[in-house]
């Protein structure tokens, strides 16, 4: 394999699919490394909002979830405790990971990117003005180095790649919730397709949606003790799920969990010699707005200006010019998704918000219009000042 590009990006997700697709249209060499192997299965409510649609047309992909066969979304379901918030939803779309991830990484390796699933990248030392990185295959061939002028780093939320000599760590907030997720393949008609479920207890939420192959995809976020008290993803999800007054899917229980680390996170610097963070791997809030693929997306659209004046020169200036980018893009959002999840931990505050919401649906209206509207920031922009 050739020993040398001018992009290395580290994981196929939503992230790093779709900024080595953008790298590769401008003519780069790019170089896509993923861990598993395609399509796959990730803990993720699926759901894209206007935001993450704003991000993939501006780079020519308006057309890609539909043409995915997503499912439209209009509708979201809110259930507290008996009651139900059924609130309008602009714009959104269900689509499963195995789908858009493939259909990603497939444009991008059209595009000329070259593809290396089933291994795992870690970054080595500056050589050159270069940077190296260490390929394991998980085949268990030879590992391999090779140059990258920069690296990509969108490996998610848990991602192990950076080299010691980096100094960049992650801050795992203290009160985080771990996040779980499962799919059932049922036939039950309880979880009609168009519309978003939303369990909310006071140990965690449940989010359940209709995929476009009619499975239905569960995807929560837990207390780390109200998980380990149940005894386990499954039954901290039928805890959450009847308590707030939805129905238990059938197979709740026979299904396969998957867990993840603790969800919410940041990095404190999101870039550091020859390689850029990106999507997760920056940083991630609870997903309870379900927009970590909004961010991740917008980061993925935004990195290839500053990956191309990578290859001419390396600077400080580079680096913090990426930190303000990604501020602007993800971090400045957030902070309402932190709000509500703060809120939501809070069963009286939560009370009032679901009768004031019953009260006045134009509240919790405004709420997800707010979180619909197209930053400007996500917006196409071919400059990396
Ligand atoms: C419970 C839950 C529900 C969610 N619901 C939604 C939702 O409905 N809508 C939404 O927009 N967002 C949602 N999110 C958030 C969303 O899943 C993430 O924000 C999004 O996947 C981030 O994309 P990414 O590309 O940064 O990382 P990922 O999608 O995690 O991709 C990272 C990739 O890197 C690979 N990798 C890791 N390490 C290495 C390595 N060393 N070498 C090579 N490859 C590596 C991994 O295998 C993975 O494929 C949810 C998250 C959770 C936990």
Known sequence: MQNSWDVVVIGAGVAGGLAALDCARRGLSVLLVEKRSFPRWKVCGCCFNANAQAALSSVGLS???????????????????????????????????????????????????????????????????????????????????VRARVVLVAAGLQHQVLATIDASSTRIAGSSRLGAGCLIDDDDDVYASGAIHMAVARHGYVGLVRREDGALNLAAAFDPAALRSAGGAARA????????????????????????????????????????????????????????????????AAVAPFAEEAQRRWSRDLEQRWHQRLKLLTVNRQRLCRLLSTLLRQPLATDAMFRLGGYWPSLPQRVISSLNQVSPHALPSDSCR
Request: hydrophobic share 45%; proline share 3%.
């Open 63 to 145: 057309d890609l979830i539909r043409d995915q066969g997503g499912v439209e979304l209009d509708q979201l379901r809110l259930g507290w405790n008996g009651s139900m918030l059924n609130l309008a939803l602009p714009g959104g779309w269900a689509l499963s990971r195995e789908r858009f991830d493939q259909a990603l990484v497939s444009a991008a390796e059209a595009a000329g990117a070259r593809l290396r699933f089933q291994t795992g990248a870690v970054l080595e030392e500056i050589c050159s003005g270069e940077r190296m990185v260490r390929l394991r295959p998980s085949d268990g061939a030879a590992v391999e180095r």
């Open 237 to 300: 999800a039928r805890a959450v799920i009847s308590e707030a007054g939805f129905a238990v899917p059938r197979a709740l229980e026979t299904s396969r969990w998957q867990l993840t680390s603790a969800l919410t996170r940041h990095a404190d610097a999101f870039a550091g010699q020859r390689f850029l963070l990106l999507g997760d791997a920056s940083g991630y809030v609870e997903p309870f707005t379900g927009e970590g693929m909004a961010w991740a997306l917008a980061a993925g």
